[in-house]
């Protein structure tokens, strides 16, 4: 069985019409562009930071650089990966700002929000929990696809990477995480096994 | 059916999409990728975003929408960089003339040169990629420079062989002010040419671009000097790319840091 991943056709011809429209300075565009494309933005945020908001904050951010970059857009290419990029480079941006200030003051720190679960029996840590422990890539690459449902060819697009560079990392962390949960599931399973 | 087969399922299903039935007979049996799958699966409750965040965004947009003329095709982008490299180029053998290319055997000739005009292409294709944010790449634009440099060198260490040189730092800064003195008009305006797309990535594109400059001086040089001791070559010649690559670099973190202070004033 072939079970190679296909890169998706970018169906978002819709989104390309809107970012056409939107260097054409019509609001209307905006307002859609805005309204369908921030809860995905925010998502991504929030997934990789736990804090709201942080989250907003950098939200507000993508939105002042995209516009600020709107003319690099090139009419019939896809418009998530160019978006996706910009948001990377506002949080990278954002990791290397709150680097520069801790070193100058002492921050108060902000905990974390612990996203709500679905399944409060499940004995399995939350998504967010177990890739908070992977490196920095690998937890990217998993995030935009799995939380922001992008393809492989997306997320190689907008991390500036190839499509199996990305496939390494997504590997190499679902592997980390099955080693995870072993490790969580034999740590659940030992007391008992002393108990009895 | 493997664990690594599942790896492959779930990175090409988009989101939380099930795993197809074929997956079924190993996920009864695997406990790690029942385990993984479902905790990637999991329904997310992320709170939602507040209303009145997106109206002011749109607002702070609106305020300043303005129409914006979109960039130009790549194809124009590096029809431009063929043109300013090979003009430049050009200018530089005429003054000093094709002795280099006299001296070499026709092996080192196709070596270098093939390796220099597909090193060209590379690094003129990356630029244009990095001018638009999501790109597709073959390779990945933040090793290409080094990559490129170190295929270079290797490539000359292989071809050229020692030989004796008395004026080895003597001759050595001529060629490295002759090279550079080609080198610095082509980084200033490959500069000019893409400086509207590097906006984003501003050092991997001072890097490349400044690259790319590099191969020019690399290429006058090696028409027309005809000093063939591998070590001029290696550290003479090599040097324009390697001081051109990283003065682009330095260049594109300057603006980078120009524009966060202007991010920072007006915010």
Same mark, same amino acid.
């Given at each position: 069985m072939?079970?190679?991943?296909?890169?998706?056709?970018?169906?978002?011809?819709?989104?390309?019409?809107?970012?056409?429209?939107? %260097?054409?300075?019509?609001?209307?565009?905006?307002?859609?562009?805005?309204?369908?494309?921030?809860?995905?933005?925010?998502?991504f945020?929030?997934?990789?930071?736990?804090?709201?908001?942080?989250?907003?904050?950098?939200?507000?951010?993508?939105?002042?650089?995209?516009?600020?970059?709107?003319?690099?857009?090139?009419?019939?290419?896809?418009?998530?990966?160019?978006?996706?990029?910009?948001? *990377?480079?506002?949080?990278?941006?954002?990791?290397?700002?709150?680097?520069?200030?801790?070193? *100058?003051?002492?921050?108060?720190?902000?905990?974390?929000?612990?996203?709500?679960?679905?399944?409060?029996?499940?004995?399995?840590?939350s998504? @967010?929990?177990?890739?908070?422990?992977?490196? @920095?890539?690998?937890?990217?690459v998993?995030?935009?696809?799995?939380?922001?449902?992008?393809?492989?060819? @997306?997320?190689? *697009?907008?991390?500036?990477?190839?499509?199996?560079?990305?496939?390494?990392?997504?590997?190499?962390a679902?592997?980390?995480?099955?080693?995870?949960?072993?490790?969580?599931q034999?740590? %659940?399973?030992?007391?008992?096994?002393?108990?009895? | +059916?493997t664990?690594?087969?599942?790896?492959?399922?779930?990175? #090409?299903?988009?989101?939380?999409?099930?795993?197809?039935?074929?997956?079924?007979?190993?996920?009864?049996?695997?406990?790690?990728?029942?385990?993984?799958?479902?905790? $990637?699966?999991?329904?997310?409750? $992320?709170?939602?975003?507040?209303?009145?965040?997106?109206?002011?965004?749109?607002?702070?947009i609106?305020?300043?929408?303005?129409?914006? /003329?979109?960039?130009?095709?790549?194809?124009?982008?590096?029809?431009?960089?063929?043109?300013?490299?090979? #003009?430049?180029?050009?200018i530089?053998?005429?003054?000093?003339?094709?002795?280099?290319?006299?001296? $070499?055997?026709?092996?080192?000739?196709?070596?270098?040169?093939?390796?220099?005009?597909?090193?060209?292409?590379?690094?003129?294709?990356?630029?244009?990629?990095? +001018?638009?944010?999501? #790109?597709?790449?073959?390779?990945?634009?933040?090793?290409?420079?080094?990559?490129?440099?170190?295929?270079?060198?290797?490539?000359?260490?292989?071809?050229?062989?020692?030989?004796?040189?008395?004026?080895?730092?003597?001759?050595?800064?001529?060629? +490295?002010?002759?090279g550079?003195?080609?080198?610095?008009?082509?980084?200033?305006l490959?500069?000019l040419?893409?400086?509207?797309?590097a906006?984003?990535?501003?050092k991997?594109?001072?890097?490349?671009?400044?690259?790319?400059?590099? $191969?020019?001086?690399?290429s006058?040089?090696?028409?027309?000097?005809?000093?063939?001791?591998?070590?001029?070559?290696?550290?003479?010649?090599?040097?324009?790319?390697?001081?051109?690559?990283?003065?682009?670099?330095?260049?594109?973190?300057a603006?980078?840091?120009?524009? /966060?202070?202007? /991010?920072?004033?007006?915010?």
């Open positions: 072939q079970l190679e991943a296909q890169p998706s056709a970018f169906p978002n011809a819709e989104f390309e019409q809107l970012m056409a429209r939107y %260097q054409q300075a019509d609001p209307g565009a905006v307002a859609v562009l805005v309204e369908r494309l921030s809860p995905q933005l925010y998502r945020f929030a997934s990789q930071l736990g804090n709201r908001a942080d989250a907003e904050d950098m939200l507000q951010d993508t939105w002042l650089r995209i516009h600020r970059v709107r003319h690099t857009y090139r009419a019939g290419d896809p418009v998530l990966p160019w978006v996706y990029t910009i948001a *990377r480079r506002v949080r990278v941006d954002n990791y290397r700002k709150r680097i520069r200030i801790s070193t *100058r003051e002492t921050s108060v720190d902000v905990l974390p929000e612990v996203p709500t679960r679905n399944d409060e029996t499940s004995s399995l840590p998504f @967010e929990e177990l890739v908070a422990v992977l490196p @920095e890539s690998q937890r990217e998993v995030t935009m696809l799995k939380v922001n449902e992008l393809s492989l060819e @997306e997320v190689a *697009r907008a991390t500036s990477s190839t499509v199996g560079a990305v496939k390494q990392k997504a590997h190499r679902y592997q980390q995480l099955r080693n995870l949960l072993e490790q969580q034999f740590a %659940q399973a030992a007391p008992k096994g002393a108990a009895r | +059916m664990c690594h087969d599942i790896d492959n399922l779930i990175s #090409s299903k988009p989101g939380n999409a099930l795993p197809p039935p074929e997956a079924a007979a190993h996920l009864d049996t695997c406990d790690e990728c029942r385990a993984l799958i479902g905790v $990637l699966n999991e329904e997310r409750k $992320l709170a939602g975003l507040p209303a009145v965040q997106l109206e002011r965004i749109q607002a702070s609106v305020k300043t929408l303005k129409p914006v /003329r979109p960039l130009a095709p790549a194809s124009l982008f590096l029809f431009a960089c063929a043109i300013i490299f090979l #003009s430049i180029a050009a530089g053998v005429i003054p000093f003339g094709m002795q280099g290319w006299g001296a $070499l055997g026709i092996g080192q000739r196709v070596a270098v040169f093939a390796t220099l005009a597909g090193s060209a292409v590379l690094l003129g294709v990356s630029i244009v990629g990095q +001018m638009v944010p999501g #790109s597709k790449y073959a390779l990945a634009p933040a090793g290409l420079p080094v990559g490129i440099l170190t295929v270079l060198l290797i490539l000359i260490a292989a071809t050229f062989r020692p030989q004796a040189d008395p004026g080895f730092v003597e001759n050595g800064l001529t060629c +490295m002010k002759n550079l003195t080609y080198s610095i008009p082509g980084a200033l490959f500069w040419l893409v400086r509207r797309g906006i984003l990535f501003p991997l594109i001072g890097a490349a671009a400044g690259g790319l400059a590099g $191969l020019i001086g690399l006058v040089l090696e028409m027309n000097c005809s000093n063939l001791d591998v070590y001029h070559v290696l550290v003479w010649h090599g040097g324009v790319v390697v001081i051109s690559s990283v003065a682009g670099a330095l260049l594109g973190a603006v980078e840091y120009i524009d /966060r202070l202007k /991010r920072h004033k007006v915010s």
